[in-house]
């Protein structure tokens, strides 16, 4: 098979700098997973968003992203990575200024799902020009520590910076502020980034890119959709089976084609497909949990947007400082104690946070945040080298877009499963707390639609009643929110086991494979710092 990967050599400190672009898109597009969640008080104010249009304006990016992933992979492998950042740069500094713009629900979700394109095309090309340039595995690692340090980052300072631009400026701001850093980073890539490809001639797979879209945005769209309809219904169960279907096909065309658009031997690796899983479950995590914290923090503890993001602080700062640590811990004790290991301080951050009651305070909240970024600051970095070490320079992009997918699918997943728990627990105890009231039915569905909704008609009921529902509102939210979070638990409980029993401890140091070009002399002199 030919794949031969060309590089251009990239000389001095310049790829420290080329470095830092190449993470300024990744971190712009990783905020922007978390950076909406602060705002979703305000969009029920605003635009009367229910709990479940507030999962669909969240996860449109994620459903969007996850189909296209793979396509984009094996796109940026024959056209070079860079072109496709470029591309994707512009059509997420699009997507945010439609976003930035929309006087509604609908136009919003639009406006996300353009983001999520353009993110498809920017997190794979970041991971497969970072593979590219840092050849040596001890550069590789630093580099990959500090690509995964900058994603964790970005989804943990979401909530901070979207805290800050509510307080200054109107929720719009917070999309409109990605079209000049992302439009500045991709300059930046284009200036000092060489370009990388595999093959330009490689025959396309339109048959999976088809077949790979429809099946990763059917079954994601399904479970997303679950509280509209129910778990049940046909209409989920109908959509989670087209998904499902449409991937079994996927696979089993990929097995005969000869010009495949992903190599399936690769899952064969425990290395690699241990790893996506164990990537998925923390995406899966941190994505529920922030979805439900930025709430709690504003409508139960009473802080506002900036404030509430404030206290999300010590998780990205916790986060950011672990990463790059966790490469060299990884050399020395192995990925899977690692990987294993974080997990379970993560499962135990968790707990702690599951206990939340209505007089419970920040402080109280705070051990379980420290936990719970210090895990994933230390899980990431070994579960993407471990990934990318497994594809030794060939189809790059696409096994970072694999590796993308399986993190898109853990954080939609993660926010549609706890959102789930979250709704269908708060609806039920908010019911039982109303029993036979005379509320009108349309005020009864503002109660049960959020707790947003609640507290505004508490607010408006004024007295006894009005302090009696924002109560009880409070009360069912947290039990559902900790309800949700042992669910994050259980999850974050078996990927530890699985990473234990099934992820290697090391890996094999390889040569950088043939017909690639670098300069080797300019490797050695060029370190990350």
Request: proline share 4%; aromatic share 8%.
């Amino acid at each position: 098979m030919n794949t031969s990967l060309t590089v251009k050599p990239i000389l001095g400190k310049r790829r420290g700098v080329a470095l830092g672009f190449l993470c300024s898109a990744l971190i712009i597009t990783s905020l922007d997973n978390t950076i909406l969640n602060i705002a979703l008080p305000t969009l029920v104010k605003d635009l009367k968003a229910t709990n479940t249009q507030l999962e669909w304006i969240v996860d449109a990016y994620a459903v969007v992203s996850a189909g296209l992933l793979i396509f984009a992979g094996s796109l940026s492998d024959k056209i070079g990575h860079k072109k496709l950042l470029t591309i994707g740069s512009l059509a997420f500094a699009g997507g945010s200024a439609v976003s930035a713009f929309s006087g509604s629900v609908d136009f919003l979700i639009l406006g996300r799902a353009i983001m999520g394109a353009g993110a498809a095309c920017i997190m794979p090309a970041t991971l497969s020009m970072i593979t590219s340039l840092f050849r040596r595995h001890e550069e590789r690692s630093l580099a990959i520590g500090i690509w995964s340090g900058s994603e964790g980052l970005g989804i943990a300072a979401g909530p901070i910076v979207g805290g800050w631009l509510l307080a200054h400026y109107w929720w719009g701001s917070i999309f409109l502020v990605n079209v000049p850093i992302v439009l500045i980073g991709m300059l930046g890539v284009l200036w000092l980034v060489p370009e990388s490809y595999e093959n330009k001639k490689a025959k396309s797979d339109i048959v999976g890119v088809l077949l790979s879209i429809v099946g990763m945005s059917s079954l994601l769209w399904g479970i997303i959709d679950a509280p509209v309809h129910g778990w049940t219904s046909v209409y989920v169960i109908g959509s989670m089976a087209l998904g499902v279907a449409t991937m079994v096909i996927f696979v089993g065309w990929e097995r005969r084609t000869s010009h495949p658009l992903l190599h399936l031997e690769i899952f064969k690796k425990p290395r690699f497909s241990v790893a996506m899983i164990s990537a998925g479950m923390i995406i899966f995590v941190l994505l529920g949990l922030l979805f439900v914290l930025t709430q709690y923090f504003q409508f139960s503890l009473g802080f506002t947007p900036f404030s509430a993001g404030l206290r999300i602080l010590p998780v990205a700062l916790v986060l950011g400082a672990a990463a790059p640590i966790s490469s060299i811990i990884d050399r020395k004790i192995g990925t899977k104690l690692v990987v294993g290991a974080s997990m379970l301080i993560i499962a135990f951050g968790l707990i702690l946070l599951s206990n939340t009651s209505i007089s419970s305070t920040y402080t109280e909240e705070l051990p379980g945040l420290l936990l719970i970024g210090l895990g994933a600051g230390l899980a990431f970095p070994p579960v993407t080298e471990s990934v990318m070490g497994e594809l030794n320079g060939e189809k790059t992009g696409i096994g970072s877009a694999t590796n993308s997918s399986g993190l898109q699918f853990g954080g939609a997943l993660g926010i549609a499963v706890i959102g789930t728990v979250l709704a269908s627990k708060y609806q039920s105890d908010i019911t039982h707390l109303i029993g036979n009231y005379p509320v009108p039915p349309k005020v009864l569905t503002i109660i049960k639609g959020s707790l947003g909704g609640a507290l505004a008609v508490a607010h408006i009921a004024g007295g006894n009643i009005g302090h009696l529902l924002a109560t009880g509102a409070r009360r069912s939210f947290i039990s559902a929110m900790d309800l949700g979070l042992k669910v994050g638990t259980v999850v974050a409980l078996l990927s530890a086991a699985v990473a234990f029993i099934f992820l290697p401890a090391r890996r094999a140091l390889t040569e950088p494979p043939t017909g690639v070009t670098h300069n080797r002399r300019a490797s050695d002199r060029d370190k990350v710092s």
